[in-house]
């Protein structure tokens, strides 16, 4: 038996949200597992596990496709409120679609190719660590853990290194300001400036080829069709987006955590095997990416609640990732749990591509916290968060003390050579 669901009083961007999600995805999943909000144009709030893979699952019901034309159907891509910019490829497309766009980029993310990177990660960590060690003081998030991933990115792209902060800023910008505000007006402008740079990289690729991931996209296509520039802008594009701050936020926040529980910073330090557990643990726990949206493609019943063709759905990672109902204890930190069975990085066909980069960045750089600064405090007069965690669940500034010590490269200013 169906029965309608009652509106509900639930704002991602609020300052509620933001300090008490856990509590409130506790008690939708107890009185109303999928229900309304009125907020941002109206949308369906999903929040139980079960409820969460199944609408990952099924594409031709629950659609990420965003079609600002109406050429297709109408449809407004993952985002809520919904982007009023072009799609961003794969991720707002449905199978075949998006299969045929994860299979020309997929390759760029295998665990091989993320382990042909790793020593580059190492290094470079290893480099801006140096940069701020002897001065005792350091800012986790904005230091190391938006560096690392943004210099990745813009080296995986074939982007000229020494730019990454110049080129990222506006990403990150969008992601950590919100709407309205003169900085986020300068990203918009900025963002321009780096897609028209895309293009340019992407044209002049196609005449002069290199190793990077936008040489490969517009190379050969192995027997499917070739990419156009403006499919490749978009598929570089959504690296930016993707790449950056997710990982920011884990390790800013795990640092955080770390700092109030020294016993489990101590169990970590002294015990390199538990990282492997204790990263899936953390991406559970924490959650950095909290929510994506649907739409609904055909008349539906979920958990209960009928759903019309055309609604709005938004499916919480966060939520599912502190269910009890199946994770045991979901609102403690078990950093060897088993089984970790989590959806931080999505599921079904829209998994993230970057999971195994992102994996492997944030084992680096805890690992190096861990080892080169143990005895790191943090200085809770100078932490910030972010605005809201509707996008992001973490922090933009996390500055932490520690004994000063001498780099183990001193002098050396420019950034490690990425591999070729």
Known sequence: ??????????????????????????????????????????????????????????????????????????????????????????QEADPPESAFYRRRMSRWFSPREVARWEPWLTELTEHLIDARIATGRLDVADDLGFPVPAALVVALLGLPVPRWRELVDPFHTLVTHPPGTPSHDRAQAGLA?????????????????????ISGLVGDADGDRPLTDQEVVSLAQLVFFGGVDSTTALISSVVHWLDAHPAERDRLAADPRLLEPATEEFLRYFSPIHLNGRTVAADTVLDGCP????????????????DDTAIAEPDRVVLDRPDNRHVAFGAGVHHCLGAHFARTMFRVLLAAVLRRIPDFRVDAAGVRRYPSVGQVNGFRRLPVTFAPRPPRTPGRADLPLPPS
């Open 307 to 322: 759903l019309k063709a055309g609604d709005r759905l938004l499916i919480s990672w966060a939520g599912a990732n502190h």
């Open 1 to 90: 038996m169906t029965q309608a669901r009652p509106v509900i009083d639930f704002d991602f961007s609020s300052t509620e949200y933001a300090r008490h999600w856990p509590e409130i995805y506790a008690g939708l999943r107890a009185t109303c597992p999928v229900g309304y909000s009125r907020a941002h144009g109206g949308f369906w709030v999903v929040s139980s596990y079960a409820a969460v893979r199944e609408v990952a699952r099924t594409p031709e019901v629950f659609s990420s496709d965003h079609d600002p034309t109406g050429e297709r159907t109408g449809y407004r891509g993952v985002g809520i409120p919904a982007s009023v910019g072009t799609r961003s490829l794969p």
């Open 193 to 213: 400036d780096v897609l028209a740079l895309l293009a340019e990289t992407v044209a002049r690729r196609r005449r002069e080829p290199g190793t990077d991931l």
